[in-house]
């Protein structure tokens, strides 16, 4: 029934920083990842900064390279290898995965209508012939995206972040993806409009048959809009789960922790929360082991040495850590 | 409890390009010695004004209406700080009584200068100690906020510090004076959130111990729950709601209050709908007439709304609210 939009395996990102003396060193910045993001799901990536969960989505979108492992396409109508895709197959998938920027104010061209704005992809990708084709597209998709029709004429001082967040959302979605990556799309927005916009995004997956791979640093906003959650630390990915699973019962001590570190809305819940000491770990300088034995409560000797798989128990609910079935009912208390 | 600082009828407006734009509308609150108000609103609802104001920081082409009042209380006796004129007198306000946190740690430290010089010269710019002094206060402040190695921390730049690291160096800097109150801008906004419940649990320990008055200014309500006693909600420059914290969360009386904790997820409830606040955040050159919120309003009255300001209810004694259908229900 359901089908993989996206599978990678040992998929690795690494950048080249400082040429010294001493010869190049690497910044690994997503370190073998598994994933597979299913066909229309809405798919939420979390972690801190510095995790890799924005490389990792750019790298699914061949807007960086990838420097090892695999990551695979697959729509129904084509079947692309992302590690090698050039030329014309390139250019056709970028009209099929797409990217929606996190902050409405840079995003878009002041100098631009918005209609232009809406429109360029289309004239970029060549998808239309005439100009009534053009505007047909723009309207429809801005129809979609509540977007005022009346509003094409004007430019994007004239709106606010919300309205400027439905102008990218339209102008992603123009060329018709079926994949599009939302890199904390709302993150700059207020509370007020923030839920409008996931909202819009639902529909949107609903309506359009879109795959979402949503990334974000706010789990309670995942946790709303996400069939699946995956986290990541440090360019690993430690658990990946249905997003009921993992909030009922977190396998991994640091997805625990995220939860925990939720300001709770309650006055009265003050201070229970269990505290994450120290601070996510300089990428250049990462710790052997597991990464994140450095601020794990659970630590223990092996976790200094050897590095967790990320293990595959058979109910879907993957995570890596050396201690998760110990850990069970510690963690899910 | 005795107050520390008293605001009356506080409204600010700047003169632009296209007009008067009105940033603070008839505001009054005070804060008592200890007490922590967070201040809750969104983009443009005027927080960071207030607070500026408050030290007399606003741009030169800020605008104090007549009425406007902050009154500082120090040892020697109130101080008004919008009359206050010379920089002499200012400094009162200004890193003595009164310091501020602000959002971006990297912005607000000059990264030409160590962290260690930095905070020297506002110790000495602010009291009678010698360099020597200044120097043990400053490496005893960076330690009291949990910065391991503050001997070596001291001598590094900005840049050499993490994030969480920056905003701590930023709270030993602010509290090293010994102010009485501390403006805290959106200051866990830029963390993450396993440093932002860090830095939210050392400036509870800090309170404790100072026993200093706290702004909290924040977009973010649960951030608010676990850190302030009092709370003022702001839209468009008008304090639309305020209260002690549980009652403004557990019993929000405006419909605002109400649509902003409607908007937020929740995680005790996954399959709660998220509601959003309908419409947008009007433009600050097309204020509304009457009540500010009326234009996005879902419990809108009628002709009041829109025509009349609602005045303050008091909803009991501690807790009032601005909104005509509290208005008309008699006491």
């Known amino acids: ?333 | 409890m005795t107050a520390l600082i008293e605001v009356k009828n506080l409204t600010i407006q700047f003169r632009t390009d296209e007009g008067l734009v009105t940033a603070v509308d008839d505001v009054s609150f005070s804060i008592d010695k200890g007490q922590v108000m967070g201040l809750v609103g969104e983009s443009g609802s005027g927080k960071s004004v207030t607070a500026k104001a408050l030290m007399h920081l606003n741009a030169k082409n800020a605008v104090y209406g007549p009425k406007s009042q902050i009154i500082l209380h120090t040892a020697n006796g109130p101080v008004e700080v919008l009359k206050l004129k010379s920089a002499r007198d200012l400094k009162i306000v200004r890193g003595g009584a009164i310091s501020m946190i602000f959002q971006e740690p990297m912005a607000s430290f000059a990264p030409a200068i160590t962290i260690g010089d930095q905070m020297v010269e506002q110790l000495m710019l602010h009291s009678n100690m010698s360099k020597a002094q200044a120097r043990d206060l400053s490496v005893e402040m960076l330690d009291r906020v949990g910065i391991s190695d503050p001997a070596r921390r001291f001598s590094q730049y900005a840049f050499e510090l993490s994030g969480g690291m920056r905003q701590r160096a930023m709270i030993a800097m602010a509290i090293s004076t010994k102010p009485k109150l501390l403006i805290a801008d959106e200051p866990t906004t830029a963390l993450d959130v396993t440093i932002q419940a860090q830095v939210i649990d050392l400036m509870k320990d800090l309170v404790r111990e100072f026993h200093m008055g706290i702004i909290f200014i924040t977009h973010d309500l649960g951030v608010i729950a676990q850190t302030a006693d009092k709370v003022a909600v702001k839209y468009l420059g008008r304090i639309v709601e305020e209260g002690p914290v549980r009652e403004v969360i557990r019993n929000p009386k405006h419909p605002y209050t109400q649509g902003l904790l409607a908007a937020l997820p929740k995680l005790d409830d996954l399959d709660a709908p998220l509601t959003p606040v309908a419409g947008d955040i009007p433009s600050p050159l097309e204020r509304p007439s009457g009540c500010v919120f009326h234009t996005r309003c879902p419990k809108i009255i009628g002709d009041v709304c829109k025509s009349k300001l609602p005045h303050d209810t008091q909803v009991d004694p501690t807790h009032r609210v601005a909104c005509h259908l509290h208005t008309e229900v008699p006491a």
């Open chain 1, 1 to 333: 029934m359901s089908e993989t939009l996206i599978k990678a395996r040992d998929l690795s990102v690494g950048f080249k920083i400082g040429s010294g003396f001493f010869g190049k060193s690497i910044l690994k910045a997503v370190d073998h990842v598994d994933i597979d993001i299913e066909k229309g799901s809405f798919f939420g990536l979390v972690g801190e900064s510095g995790s890799g969960k924005t490389t990792l989505g750019r790298a699914l979108l061949k807007a960086v390279p990838i420097t090892g492992g695999s990551a695979h396409y697959t729509d129904g109508e084509v079947d692309y290898d992302l590690t090698t895709l050039a030329g014309p197959e390139l250019k056709d998938y970028r009209k099929r995965a797409q990217l929606i920027f996190q902050d409405p104010y840079a995003a878009l061209s002041p100098r631009m209508t918005v209609r232009d704005i809406i429109a360029e992809p289309l004239e970029v990708m060549g998808l239309t012939k005439t100009r009534e084709e053009t505007d047909a597209r723009v309207r429809q998709i801005a129809a979609k995206c509540r977007l005022n029709l009346e509003h094409l004429r004007r430019f994007p001082h004239a709106f606010s972040g919300g309205q400027r967040q439905r102008i990218s959302i339209a102008r992603a979605l123009v060329s018709g993806p079926k994949f599009v990556v939302a890199d904390e799309s709302v993150a700059a927005l207020d509370v007020s409009i923030q839920a409008d916009v996931l909202n819009l995004l639902k529909e949107l997956q609903r309506d359009l048959k879109i795959t979402f791979l949503f990334i974000s640093h706010d789990l309670s906003v995942v946790a709303h809009t996400c069939d699946h959650l995956a986290v990541m630390y440090l360019g690993r990915l430690v658990e990946s789960a249905p997003t009921r699973e993992v909030f009922k019962a977190p396998r991994h001590p640091y997805t625990k922790a995220l939860f925990s570190a939720i300001p709770s809305l309650d006055p009265d819940d003050r201070g229970r929360a269990q505290k994450l000491e120290g601070e996510i770990p300089s990428p250049t300088n990462q710790p052997s082991g597991c990464k994140f034995h450095t601020r794990c409560p659970f630590a223990i000797d092996i976790c200094k040495k050897d590095e967790p798989k990320l293990e595959h128990p058979g109910d879907g609910h993957e995570v890596a850590c050396h201690r998760w079935r110990e850990l069970a009912d510690t963690l899910a208390a």
